[in-house]
């Protein structure tokens, strides 16, 4: 079974710095899908950002970008100049790409919770 | 273009009963999953369902089972409430069921059982 690993259970980081989240994962499939939701203190889970495993290059959406490693298994989240609406719970997500009627093939992360002060 | 929205918002129970929670996803979409988040399990999956057919399904006992209907409304329901069932459940919604696809999420209902 797929596990999604995130050691960091919070974070803080100063207002317009750069901050990473680690996450890594184990799995024996070649092919899967990686992601990064947010979740608010308003709870509406949002995706922040994810990568298609067969893909090399690192994925960027405006100041989220993501260090890739398939071969360490690693799936960072870079947030670069940090805003106060950036303040939320971040879960990593591991998605296979088989389809499966047994297990869960859908795995989140613990979560890391991220603080960002004025 | 409305979220995806469920019903009820908040509900209590007591051990024993059933429940059915209701999720309407986003128009045009036809996929849906159900999660499951608590403080100690964090959040789980539980299934997805895409055009009235169940695609995937997490590890969670039989007592956990849903529907979809051709309009892709979903319902999701537990029956036997056991006291550990307490949680706030998610439901997501994609246009298509490809594990790609964006999922968006509702704001959950959240469950106590006592």
């Known amino acids: 079974a797929q596990t999604v690993t995130q050691s960091q259970p919070e974070m803080s980081v100063q207002e317009a710095e750069t901050v990473t989240l680690s996450c890594t994962y184990d799995t024996s499939e070649s092919d899967y899908y990686l992601f990064w939701y947010k979740q608010p203190p308003s709870r509406q889970m949002i995706l922040v950002i994810r990568q298609e495993a067969y893909k090399q290059q690192n994925a960027t959406e405006n100041r989220f970008s993501v260090n890739f490693q398939k071969a360490a298994k690693s799936f960072s989240l870079k947030i670069s100049d940090s805003q106060l609406g950036d303040a939320a719970m971040y879960f990593c997500a591991y998605r296979s790409a088989i389809i499966s009627d047994y297990g869960q093939n859908f795995v989140f992360g613990p979560g890391t919770r991220l603080s960002v002060l004025p | 273009k409305a979220g995806v929205t469920q019903t009820p918002r908040y509900l209590i129970k007591t051990r024993g009963q059933q429940v059915t929670l209701s999720c309407s996803p986003i128009s045009g979409h036809r996929s849906v999953s159900w999660y499951q988040q608590t403080p100690g399990q964090g959040l789980q999956f539980l299934f997805e369902?895409?055009?009235?057919?169940?695609?995937n399904k997490g590890n969670f006992p039989g007592r956990f089972s849903g529907r979809q209907f051709s309009n892709s409304r979903s319902e999701m329901n537990v029956s036997t409430l056991e006291l550990g069932d307490s949680a706030l459940y998610l439901c997501?919604?994609?246009?298509?069921?490809?594990?790609?696809?964006?999922?968006?999420f509702g704001p959950g209902t959240r469950l106590t059982v006592l």
């Open positions: 369902y895409f055009s009235e057919t169940q695609r």
């Open positions: 997501a919604s994609s246009r298509l069921a490809e594990g790609y696809n964006e999922q968006f």
